[in-house]
């Protein structure tokens, strides 16, 4: 899999997402399903999006005790997903109970993704609320670093983080970044952002592109345009 753009299909039902994918006619963007629409609709949103020819990244975020997380993704491995994700702050054990779960029979698995400190969670709020007191890039250096050492493919960070991730776990170390934003467009509750074309030059893999595609006028228009900016 290469560069691609990702958007996050944030809707509450599965009529919404449908309409809106829909509107792409013969084009197959890459989507992500998380929480909200998949607590909405069940796997079952998953097989239809799939069975439509869409790439899947499953955004669950799996944090719990390593056992219970292997068995819950070795349920998710049956879906047939491109991507999914846990929190890197379950531990590296965690993380390798999660790979071992994922991997099908065959030796076959979705691509897994670490999050290391969700960006709404800033300095303070990590040294007041989490009691870690260390520079939160530092932080988010060390949890990528455990991700690689458990065997996972890459983290899910700020696009302005993804240079130095790459920097500090390689090359081929996945970096998926939300928080994109056309130059042009509106910020909306998101603190750290980069436009597409930014985000191509610091090296993310992947971006994820939520409201500036689902809430445009012309939502394939925008997501060609980003496509434009990243991939092309
Ligand atoms: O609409 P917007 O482009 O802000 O959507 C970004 C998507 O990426 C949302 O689904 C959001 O939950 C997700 N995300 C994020 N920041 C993270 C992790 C996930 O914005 N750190």
């Known amino acids: 899999m290469g560069k691609d753009v990702i958007i996050a299909c944030d809707f509450s039902s599965a009529e919404a997402v449908y309409n809106f994918l829909d509107k792409f006619e013969g084009k197959k963007p ?5 929480m909200e629409l998949f607590y909405a ?3 079952e949103i998953v097989r239809e999006i799939k069975k439509r020819g869409h790439k899947i990244f499953l955004d669950l975020k ?3 005790i390593p ?3 292997k068995k819950a993704m070795s349920v998710l491995s049956s879906l047939d997903v491109d991507i999914t994700n846990l929190h890197a702050a379950g531990t590296v054990k965690m993380m390798q109970a999660a790979i071992e779960g994922l991997t099908r029979p065959d030796g076959s698995r979705p691509l897994l993704i670490a999050v290391t400190q969700l960006t709404s969670t800033d300095q303070e709020s990590m040294e007041n609320d989490l009691l870690i007191n260390k520079p939160i890039d530092e932080v988010v250096m060390h949890y990528a670093q455990n991700a690689k050492k458990a065997g996972l493919d890459g ?7 993804a240079g130095k991730v790459h920097d500090t776990c390689g090359k081929e170390f996945l970096t998926i970044t939300p ?5 042009d467009g509106d910020v909306g509750d998101q603190k750290r952002v980069m ?3 930014q985000a191509k030059i610091i090296g993310s893999d992947y971006i994820v592109v939520g409201r500036p595609i689902t809430a445009a006028d012309d939502p394939v228009a925008a997501y060609e345009r980003c496509v434009k900016e990243f991939v092309d």
């Open 41 to 43: 609709a069940g796997p």
């Open 195 to 197: 436009t597409p074309e």
């Open 30 to 34: 890459f989507v992500k399903i998380g």
């Open 62 to 64: 799996l944090h719990d």
């Open 67 to 69: 056992n219970t997380v």
């Open 179 to 183: 928080g994109v934003r056309f130059a």
């Open 155 to 161: 983290v899910v960070c700020s696009p302005l983080e």
